[in-house]
């Protein structure tokens, strides 16, 4: 071999050795890692860039962290939501016990606070599909605690005094009990992405409850065919079952859980509270009480109004 045939030879080995460590352009991902919470719960979106494996490794930890993240956010919010409605009913029973506020308005206003308050919570749950059976756990422990002292298991005179009329133990487990089967329904079938449950609640809660305190006070002129109604009361309920509606309304609307077209929603509020007004103008008795026929009523009217 000759000296010039060893130095091309020499040339091109290097030329081949060299040649792989040339630099590609860049050509994007056909997918791109997941980014959003959705995409990281759902795992719908994958990609490859030569390290697949562990990829999927830490979205499959992420989806667990979130998971986990969004149990103990609820959990919470349980915990923070029970105390504040237990906190809310011992305030009624103290002054109630210490005579400082009669026994039928500190009931009504227990009645027209704990489940408006309770709705207004709604939405310091997360977006998990769970959030709602941990708020459910609210008015479970609830109507657990009445049905225990209403069969006098257990005995709370101030819980007595707050909430019923007559002040006996077995009243718990009808109006009382009643009212919180519909919070624990509204919850679970309907939750706070329709108005049907907040429209049945607003007037089951305001509109009912402030019928009864302004009926005791300016009630003088009763209702021809309820003489235990008066005009003041019905007038009442239908004003304030209204507004309070419209304002519940209004807040999980801002807050984005539905969308409504407002003037239409007027009309079809004010349709609801007439007919709640007139179910809660007749009379009752033991068995079919005002917590059961006003929210009843009131979901039927939404649900033919609005439809979901």
């Known amino acids: 071999m000759t000296l010039a045939s060893a130095v091309g030879a020499a040339l091109s080995v290097k030329h081949f050795s ?18 959003s919470t959705a995409a990281l719960l759902t795992g719908r979106r994958s990609w490859n860039d030569g390290d697949g494996v562990v990829k999927s490794l830490r979205f499959r930890r992420s989806a667990a ?9 609820d959990a919470g919010a ?13 305030t009624f029973d103290v002054l109630t016990q210490r005579n400082l506020m009669e026994q039928s308005l500190s009931r009504k206003l227990v ?7 309770f709705m207004a919570c709604w939405p310091i749950f997360s977006t998990s599909t769970e959030a709602r059976y941990f708020a459910s756990l609210v008015p479970l422990a609830n109507c657990l605690r009445l049905v225990t002292h209403g069969l006098s298991l257990a005995t709370d005179e101030g819980l007595i005094k ?24 509204c919850v679970l079938v309907f939750w706070r992405e329709s108005p049907i449950g907040v429209i049945s609640l607003a007037m089951m809660c305001g509109g009912d409850g402030i ?25 009442s309920m239908f004003i304030f079952g209204f507004l309070i509606s419209m304002g519940m309304l209004y807040y999980f609307s801002a807050l984005g859980y539905f969308r409504l077209d407002w003037p239409r929603t007027m009309e079809r509020v004010a349709l609801i509270s007439f007919v709640a007004t007139f179910v809660e103008s007749l009379s009752t008795t033991r ?4 917590n059961i026929s006003v929210p009843l009523a009131s979901m039927v009217m ?7």
């Open 18 to 35: 060299l040649s792989p460590l040339r630099l590609r352009p860049h050509k994007p991902h056909l997918f791109s890692p997941p980014t």
């Open 65 to 73: 962290a979130l998971a986990g993240s969004a149990v103990v956010h």
């Open 78 to 90: 349980t915990a923070v939501v029970m105390a504040g409605a237990y906190g809310l009913v011992l």
């Open 111 to 117: 009645h027209i606070l704990s489940g408006l308050l």
């Open 162 to 185: 707050s909430v019923t009329r007559e002040g006996k133990p077995e009243e718990l487990l009808r109006g009382p009990l009643y009212y919180v089967l519909v919070l624990i329904v």
């Open 211 to 235: 019928a009864d305190i302004m009926g005791r006070r300016f009630g003088s002129i009763k209702i021809p065919y309820n003489e235990k109604k008066s005009w003041a009361g019905s007038i």
């Open 287 to 290: 068995t079919v009480d005002d």
């Open 302 to 308: 939404a649900f033919l109004c609005f439809g979901y």
